[in-house]
């Protein structure tokens, strides 16, 4: 497994690749890797001839106030995950490669779809992320890129974008991991201390029995039910853990994330949570 730092060391690897009609997977990532992120590793190796994995803590995706700083960070660790799981370069970019002195340039989706769900409260982050991907997808000039469906809002974000600028990438949806309690792999449940990390389980609990739910009140004629029940659901199911405050729970189109009072396949169910000062993000997708 090779490590770059710079673009040009990765252009010239990915230069080199598909001179010898190698195909080429990207994996963005932002490192404290889990089995979330080797799973997108391996199926990234099962789709394409080579792999690249990028590390980059990218700070235009958090807002005054938020984690940056505290954002965890073990490169060492990282590059063993990924090796591990075969993948074959690693970029790990300073800040000042990716964001070069004077830069004024970002790229910002202008659609409700980034002002539904984390972007109620977050209203810088996707420019951020759709900045920081377009660079990556410009530097490592993948075939195909892989995200996690964990964060659904991000993967619909991208494939906007993907479509919009006529990338060519092929966007790919993977299936989240979960802890034994059904809690989503994130890097952020790093954050948790045991009281906090058990009252965290309240958050599958309640997708549970909303999928439950759901099952039993689709209508057999649209296939559809009214979206209220189940967000009130799941919210009062949360609202029985003293340590969790709701961020939101809504329910939206599956493909323009825009608000749904009835939903039916395909459609999303979004929420996050904060346990402590711990904000966890988690979602299904309803199916008949």
């Given at each position: 497994m090779?490590?770059?730092?710079?673009?040009?060391?990765?252009?010239?690897?990915?230069a080199?690749?598909?001179?010898?009609?190698?195909?080429?997977?990207?994996?963005?990532?932002?490192?404290?890797?889990h089995?979330?992120?080797?799973?997108?590793?391996?199926?990234?190796?099962?789709?394409?001839?080579?792999?690249?994995?990028?590390?980059?803590?990218?700070?235009?995706?958090?807002?005054?106030?938020?984690?940056?700083?505290?954002?965890?960070?073990?490169?060492?660790?990282?590059?063993?995950?990924?090796?591990?799981?075969g993948?074959?370069?690693?970029?790990?970019?300073?800040?000042?490669?990716?964001?070069?002195?004077?830069?004024?340039?970002f790229?910002?989706?202008?659609?409700?779809?980034?002002?539904?769900?984390?972007?109620?409260?977050?209203?810088?982050?996707?420019?951020?992320v759709?900045?920081?991907?377009?660079?990556?997808?410009?530097?490592?000039?993948?075939?195909?890129?892989?995200?996690?469906?964990?964060?659904?809002?991000?993967l619909?974000?991208?494939?906007?974008?993907?479509?919009?600028?006529?990338?060519?990438?092929?966007?790919?949806?993977?299936?989240?991991?979960?802890?034994?309690?059904?809690?989503?792999?994130?890097?952020?449940?790093?954050?948790?201390?045991?009281?906090?990390?058990?009252?965290?389980?309240i958050?599958?609990?309640?997708?549970?029995?909303?999928?439950?739910?759901?099952?039993?009140?689709?209508?057999?004629?649209?296939?559809?039910?009214?979206?209220?029940?189940?967000?009130?659901?799941?919210?009062?199911?949360?609202?029985?853990?003293?340590?969790?405050?709701?961020?939101?729970?809504?329910?939206?189109?599956?493909?323009?994330?825009?608000?749904?009072?009835?939903?039916?396949?395909g459609?999303?169910?979004?929420?996050?949570?904060?346990?402590?000062?711990?904000?966890?993000?988690?979602?299904?997708?309803?199916?008949?």
């Open positions: 090779k490590i770059a730092t710079t673009i040009k060391e990765v252009r010239k690897q990915v080199d690749w598909k001179r010898e009609g190698l195909t080429v997977g990207l994996v963005p990532t932002m490192g404290a890797l089995e979330g992120h080797a799973s997108l590793v391996d199926t990234a190796k099962e789709q394409c001839d080579r792999v690249v994995t990028s590390v980059f803590v990218n700070p235009t995706q958090f807002a005054a106030g938020e984690d940056l700083d505290a954002y965890p960070r073990d490169f060492d660790r990282d590059c063993g995950v990924l090796e591990a799981h993948c074959d370069l690693v970029f790990h970019p300073s800040v000042e490669e990716m964001y070069p002195e004077g830069a004024a340039t790229v910002e989706l202008r659609s409700d779809m980034t002002k539904q769900l984390c972007g109620k409260s977050r209203p810088e982050h996707f420019c951020g759709c900045t920081v991907v377009s660079k990556l997808f410009h530097i490592a000039m993948p075939d195909k890129a892989f995200f996690g469906e964990k964060d659904a809002q991000q619909a974000v991208i494939r906007q974008m993907t479509r919009d600028l006529l990338f060519g990438i092929e966007i790919v949806g993977c299936p989240t991991k979960r802890e034994e309690d059904g809690l989503a792999k994130s890097s952020r449940n790093a954050y948790l201390d045991a009281e906090e990390r058990k009252a965290a389980g958050l599958y609990q309640a997708i549970c029995k909303a999928q439950e739910y759901l099952k039993e009140h689709l209508d057999t004629e649209d296939g559809k039910t009214e979206s209220q029940p189940v967000t009130e659901l799941i919210k009062d199911i949360i609202g029985t853990e003293p340590l969790a405050e709701i961020d939101y729970v809504d329910a939206v189109d599956g493909m323009s994330l825009l608000p749904a009072d009835r939903i039916g396949d459609d999303l169910i979004a929420l996050a949570v904060n346990i402590g000062k711990t904000r966890l993000i988690d979602n299904f997708t309803v199916r008949k």
